[in-house]
């Protein structure tokens, strides 16, 4: 049993902490906060249907063998359902963060509609637990006060409006800006980019261009002082409703190009292997999964996430896809959806992946610091490391090892028209990258418990299980 | 200053460096007010739009259509 520990991202909110007990996830309350928690679970507001997911069931902790582990002070003590690998709205796909930011703005309507207001518009309060959305700050509901201003209005379209115009309107995939400034991309910096064609639409005009300008006059002007005095009780409960509806009904029929592919978002259909390989991988894959009964794989490089659904179909209770190209991640995000997998797809460069940042580097955490996995596959993926990153090869193993138990592993042959295609052009400096020095890296860390060829030119899948350390 | 100068004021103002004690929200909260106003405006329009469209004398439809 392990003891009760204190979530080091959980502090901008004095009401109160998270802690992790027994893999269980508690949340302290006290003050104001336990009254508006109290008030917002007899409105009714947490048994509402949300289109776009929900929020997440909590309950009250009556229990003092558990309230006594937690060394915090409080007057209520919640337990959150657990949702499975934390993730941040930088790993998120544009459709993701699109349901995020519709699910956002179902529950403020919600909220509204029973005299609640939000205190934050965060897109951290927002964990996707498969395809689904789900709202994890309890606290942050508090009364309405008649013609208050929308406070989360900014933070609103810093972490969800902005992000999702940069990649609709201007092709330019949010995440990498997000990841560097953790609290979205500014209005100011947007309207930078946007051509005049496009700061003139109506809808960008009014949420955008205009706080961002105003914004830039604030200074000069002593606004702030006015804006103060005129933003007592100015807004009516009616037209915050409508600016939450407007906002609903635009980034619902926010979308990307249609018809632009990326180089993998038809790998599913055109890739280098044949169907009597696909159903050789299907086999091996079925087998492991079988045989060792992972709750948790991750997919490193899941593409349309095909082997992520046969790892789920062999008995895997969840899985997450990782995979560098975002097309491909709303592909997989797409698939799961509409089979409804427990299938979480994330945004990763695995050559870089997530790293730990936020105040004192503790808030938001790396990837690996944030491994839960049993099992991974690895499909495909070692080539684009080893030679297409100069990753050498033994800390390949090394890493991919460290991230489970176990694990399926194919190897690419430098024969292969894929590895072909990636050394065209550049010298080959890659002379040990061969099956033999690849299972002599894996067998420092793991045994090898079983391996098939399943190309002719040679592809090869591996199941190892790490050495006891 | 009444809103709708202050507004004019601000919006058309030259652009200046953004200050380092600047609260962050004031473009937000302003930007929410002229948008919430138009929002208002609307709901406002459609409540009574009946009635703004019998104020304006029209050809009934009925009337129009009955034969000679």
Known sequence: MQSAHAEPGSFRDPSGHIWHLDNRIFRTVKGDACEFFKAATKSGLFDVPFVHGGIVNTTI????????????????????????????????????????????????????????????????????????????????????????????????????LHPLLLQSELGVPFNNWFKGTLEGISGQDLVKLLPLRKKIKPKIAAHVWLAATLQKNAAQQNLQKMAAKETRQTLPKASMRNIFVSLYNWISKLSLEQGKKSAWSDYDKN????????????????????????????????????????????????AVGFDFDLKTVGIAFQRSKDKKLNLLTLNQDLANPSPAHGWAGTERKSLM???????????????????????????????LVSLAPEGIVEFVPKNDPMVQILL?????????????????????????????????????????????R | MNRFSFILVAVFLSSVPAHAYLDAGTGSIIAQLIIGGAAGFMVVMKLYWHKIKSFFPQRNKDETDRPE
């Open chain 1, 271 to 318: 890739n280098s292997y044949s169907d009597q390989e696909a159903s050789a991988k299907t086999a091996f894959i079925t087998r492991a999964v079988k045989e060792s009964k992972p709750e948790t794989v991750w997919d490193m490089g899941c593409n349309s996430g095909q082997f992520s659904e046969v790892c789920l179909t062999a008995g895997a209770k969840n």
């Open chain 1, 424 to 468: 065209q052009n550049r010298e080959d400096i890659f002379t040990d990258y061969t099956l033999e020095n690849f299972e002599q890296a894996l067998s420092q860390h793991a045994q090898i418990k079983r391996s098939d060829v399943i190309t002719e030119d040679g592809r090869t899948l591996i199941h190892f299980v790490r050495n006891e």
């Open chain 1, 369 to 399: 610091a944030r491994a839960n996995a049993d099992m991974t596959i690895a499909l495909a993926l070692i080539h684009h490391l080893v030679i297409g990153r100069n990753i050498p090869l033994d800390y390949f193993a090394g890493w």
């Open chain 1, 61 to 160: 902790v009556e229990d003092t063998s558990i309230i006594d582990q937690i060394d915090d002070s409080f007057e209520l003590l919640l337990e959150h359902d657990k949702v499975g690998l934390v993730n941040y709205p930088y790993e998120w796909c544009f459709d993701q963060l699109k349901e995020a930011a519709l699910l956002h703005l179902e529950i403020l309507r919600e909220a509204l509609d029973r005299d609640i207001m939000l205190s934050d518009a965060s897109a951290y309060n927002i964990q996707f637990c498969g395809t689904t959305p789900y709202f994890i700050d309890m606290l942050s509901f508090r009364p309405y006060r008649e013609g208050e201003v929308w406070n989360g209005y900014r933070q609103f379209c810093e972490q969800f």
